[in-house]
DNA sequence: AAATAATGTTAGAGAAGCCTAAATTTATGT
DNA sequence: ACATAAATTTAGGCTTCTCTAACATTATTT
């Protein structure tokens, strides 16, 4: 067991950036690693932004001494801005960790997940959720009863939340009365396998495969019908 | 033939609040249920805004039907102002259970840690993370392995972060070398109980009960001693 | 080496939210 | 009842962050 990595030697000065700032602080940092030189308009496409409006932060993180750069030139991080790149860089990884890896949701969703809360969490609630990190993977390399338990919970969702061509197995139909009984005589039972063929135009109705045939049904019945997705791709849910 | 039970009855037209206006959304809502009434005065001190903010917050709400006051008069949610605000409330009220219960944060923390964050979580965020609360909670109360093991590791915290008068129990001496040697002999031990005494003015040194003896401490020593804290209070953590 | 294209900056405006100071309205005390 | 106090709103200003349009610079093409 480790416990060394955590440590906060953070000594905040007055630094105190907005959300925005961190923002494009990160994305310089993510650009910078990934490719020679920054330029406002890689800055602006990453976060879909219009370049005058980059031009601006620029000025503004210039003026806390975050950044370097010279008027038409490439943009790069001082060394203050880089730490501290990188510790916001950190947090969101670990934060896309905890919403990918604990709380099984996808990479993508994750990460705009992780984007969105990172500049809002404070150190203690960071410290927490690195534990509780940690802690899973522990406990999942190792297989413990409850990893898989919690896996399941976490996996299910409902069959009208999948997206097209995304295979899954249904857990239950958590519907009562007629349209249960319309459904389960349909052949949707605890462990059949569906596919989502397509969403009509209006996402309303798909059509779905089921034992080799296909079945169109409405959104909301598909509400109805709780599975736990399947995934195709190693990485992805 | 209907089968209208499935019908998810929230008709999200087009009431994309920003998160200032969530919060006196959510703030209203919390007055109106421990007073009769809920004035602008109200507002303004539980936010920790002035007056004409919040009047013209109010504005913006009213503009959004969410709302319904009268000049100079009192307050009031709508319908849609209530349904909403409840979600909000919802929203913040489990996320505080999760910083609290499952993360171990004090009341107080967790509180305004949900109050930041509650903004910024996707659905499906918040989904997953009810569902882990609520799979805690199910462990908690059959005292799982994961819990006990879980929580060991999240109460961990230095020595420097308790408040005055807080008490603890030593885990472990996390320095290596002379320090390290120096504050094991003082008595800094595995399984220790200490207290917090008081901190200097400066906060630093503070001054410590441990086996009945007063002892001080720089604030960068008592941070190598991870401690469990020992709570008081029922609540607290 | 121009002419053109791509990139970057300035200028100006607007929305959200916050503030203080100055009315205005409602409540309260004698 | 009327003067004062309290609450509320209006007015006007500030900051951050965004945008579009226009201008400036650098890069590329011919």
Avoid at 2 to 23: C, M, N, P, Y
Avoid at 174 to 193: H, N, P, W
Wanted: glycine residues 6%; hydrophobic residues 40%; contains cysteine.
């Amino acid at each position: 067991m480790k416990h060394s990595s955590v440590q906060e030697t953070v000594e905040f000065i007055g630094t105190e950036l907005s959300a925005t700032l961190e923002d494009y602080l990160e994305c310089v940092a993510m650009l910078a690693a990934g490719q020679r030189v920054v330029r406002v308009k890689d800055i602006a496409k990453s976060l879909g932004i219009t370049m005058p409006s980059v031009s601006a932060a620029i000025v503004r993180l210039r003026e806390k001494g975050l950044i370097d750069s010279e008027k038409y030139g490439y943009i790069e991080l001082t060394p203050q801005g880089a730490a501290l790149a990188e510790r916001v860089c950190r947090k969101h990884s670990f934060l896309a960790d905890f919403f990918h890896g604990v709380l099984r949701m996808d990479r993508k969703s994750a990460n705009s997940e992780a984007c969105r809360l990172e500049h809002h969490l404070s150190p203690e609630a960071c410290r927490q959720i690195y534990r509780l990190v940690e802690f899973h993977r522990d406990q999942a390399q190792s297989e413990t009863p409850w990893t898989g338990e919690l896996r399941e919970i976490l996996d299910e969702k409902p069959l009208s939340e999948l997206k097209e061509g995304d295979r899954a197995v249904i857990r239950r139909v958590a519907v009562e009365g007629a349209l249960r009984k319309r459904l389960v005589e349909m052949g949707f039972r605890k462990g059949e396998k569906v596919r989502v063929v397509r969403y009509a135009p209006l996402r309303n109705p798909l059509e779905l495969e089921l034992k080799g045939y296909h079945i169109s049904l409405r959104v909301e019945e598909a509400r109805g019908i709780i599975v736990r997705q399947v995934g195709d791709e190693p990485e992805e849910e």
